[in-house]
């Protein structure tokens, strides 16, 4: 049974960030459409950034087969190499002026059915756990919450941005609850791995996370998740100062 699991949950991460990878890719497609850009362009354009995400996930992969993520002789500087680019990368696509048009044209819902993938990475980590590799803390049955995030996106998605529904202030909310509970199981499992943080010491610990291909979930599919809501935040922001804009114009004219 804890074989099982362990391959389960091993199989499962690889093949749901290859899925993500892929859902990612037609979303930023349809964005490029959207732009008004023609169908082979916004096809060249989505194969590159594909390839730049793909390369990342290649990298990932190879620190944590190189043993550099797991080496918890430099932690938490292990760490850093996976958890830092991708975060660095989202506030520089989310501020710089180049891709503002992007965000606008990004589809709102999409945004957050996308979240559903929370559910079954709360299902993996659950299958770890059953294999004795994490301990419970880190599951829907210990301090871990944000599987509600993967189940409440879609229905926000309807809520919020159905027909031509643009209830930003209801999404806002969503958000701000989600990326809290973001951040109570990153930082559990930053607190539950051996390093000079380390404020839980209970038996399994989580060094399992630091290795291939669990690596993706720190790697990628979380830093999937906060940009999905970095991404939906920062649209709201550039509708509100374009609305903003129009009432002063209208104004003074």
Excluded at 111 to 135: D, H, S, T
Excluded at 153 to 181: D, E, N, T
Aim: charged share 10%.
């Amino acid at each position: 049974m804890k074989t099982d699991s362990l391959f389960l949950a091993q199989t499962g991460f690889a093949v749901l960030s290859l899925l993500c990878l892929a859902l990612v890719m037609a979303g930023t497609r349809h964005t490029f459409l959207r732009m008004g850009y023609s169908s082979a362009q916004a096809t060249r354009k989505t194969w590159i950034i594909g390839s730049l995400l793909l390369t990342w996930l290649v990298l990932a992969s190879l620190l944590a087969l190189s043993g550099f993520t797991s080496n918890l002789a430099i932690a938490p500087l292990n760490m850093v190499p996976a958890l830092l680019p991708p975060l660095v990368t989202i506030l520089v696509i989310c501020f710089h002026l180049k891709t503002q048009n992007f965000l606008r044209n990004l589809p709102s819902a999409g945004l957050l059915y996308l979240q559903a993938f929370r559910i079954p990475v709360e299902i993996f980590l659950w299958w770890l756990f059953l294999a004795n590799a994490i301990p419970e803390r880190l599951t829907f049955e210990g301090r871990n919450w944000d599987i509600l995030s993967g189940i409440l996106g879609p229905i926000f998605a309807v809520v919020c941005y159905a027909g031509h529904r643009r209830h930003h202030r209801l999404a806002l909310l969503y958000h701000l609850i989600s990326l809290g509970l973001l951040l109570i199981i990153v930082t559990n499992a930053l607190l539950t791995l051996p390093s000079p943080i380390q404020a839980f010491f209970e038996e399994p610990g989580a060094t399992i996370l630091t290795t291939f291909p669990m690596i993706l979930l720190p790697s990628f599919l979380v830093p999937l998740a906060y940009t999905l809501h970095f991404f939906s935040l920062r649209q709201a922001a550039l509708e509100r100062k374009e609305s903003s804009s129009h009432r002063s114009k209208a104004v003074i004219a």
